[in-house]
């Protein structure tokens, strides 16, 4: 599950320890009037994960804008939900079982009965939203929740400070990425969620840490390395992804205003990763604490 969870959700105790320049996953993007800050954000986090690197604030305060993948204060929840259901669940006579095959349920089935999932709850999803519900079960067991996320915490303070939010990408859209994969693709995940879903609980704290402290190696490692194992996910949620954003993030570029660009980490790091296509265009890049480009 290291890369199914790492697309979509992407610490050490005590957060005490981390010191002021903690370099988080930040990068400058340098016009010729402005700055464009790009923040690798981990989805959900715990409360005991705040308060965030100090760099986070800095660069938030240092923006007049936030643009994010979604614009979250401008989310429509009943529209959002009316396309979950439409998209996700499975037409009147068809399960989830009948898609996976009888052995690929049946594994399915087991790991779902070790991991304490009742997977009969599931039988009217699709594969893809059966996944999607199966890592936030594994991510909220373990303490984390969407409201101590990078994107609800830099939300709040937008809206607390009238600092104006816009979007990359619609909810719909983000949806569409997922309903469009093979169905091969989709069951594979699926199953993979709920196999290797319990490693993710061990492995969470060394990812957190690794953000905290910039560690784009052990990311790319941890979270990158097995995607190549699963072509169709990679390129539809993040090449793809990534790609259509490199053009509205250049647009930001030489405005009179500075902006902070808030994405997940994975988008950030490998080939493909937005600062590597944004460096491919000329723009000048940097890490957070490095020389320009």
Do not use: C
């Amino acid at each position: 599950m290291r890369n199914a969870v790492a697309a979509l959700i992407l610490f050490i105790s005590p957060f005490a320890a981390y010191g002021e320049d903690e370099p988080a996953m930040i990068w400058i993007a340098e016009g010729d009037t402005n700055l464009v800050y790009l923040l690798g954000s981990i989805h959900m986090l715990r409360e005991r994960d705040h308060p965030l690197p100090n760099n986070v604030e800095a660069a938030y305060d240092d923006a007049e804008h936030l643009v994010m993948e979604l614009d979250m204060d401008d989310i429509d929840p009943v529209a959002a939900l009316q396309f979950l259901m439409t998209k996700g669940i499975l037409d009147t006579g068809t399960t989830l079982g009948d898609l996976m095959g009888a052995e690929m349920y049946a594994q399915a089935k087991t790991a779902a009965g070790e991991a304490g999932i009742p997977i009969e709850l599931l039988d009217k999803s699709e594969p893809w939203l059966a996944a999607m519900t199966v890592q936030e079960i594994m991510m909220m067991r373990i303490g984390f929740k969407p409201e101590y996320g990078v994107e609800m915490f830099l939300t709040a303070k937008a809206a607390a400070d009238g600092k104006p939010i816009t979007g990359l990408e619609t909810v719909e859209q983000q949806l569409e990425f997922l309903d469009k994969l093979s169905i091969e693709t989709q069951k594979r995940w699926f199953l993979q969620s709920i196999v290797e879903g319990r490693r993710m609980a061990m492995l969470i704290d060394e990812i957190v840490a690794a953000w905290r402290g910039g560690d784009v190696q052990f990311l790319e490692d941890e979270l990158l390395h097995d995607m190549h194992n699963y072509p169709e996910l990679h390129k539809a949620i993040l090449v793809d992804r990534n790609q259509s954003w490199v053009n509205p993030i250049m647009e930001l570029l030489d405005d009179g205003d500075d902006y902070l660009v808030v994405v997940g980490a994975a988008h950030l790091i490998g080939e493909n990763g937005l600062p590597d296509l944004l460096s491919q265009r000329g723009v000048r890049i940097k890490r957070l604490h490095e020389s320009l480009r």
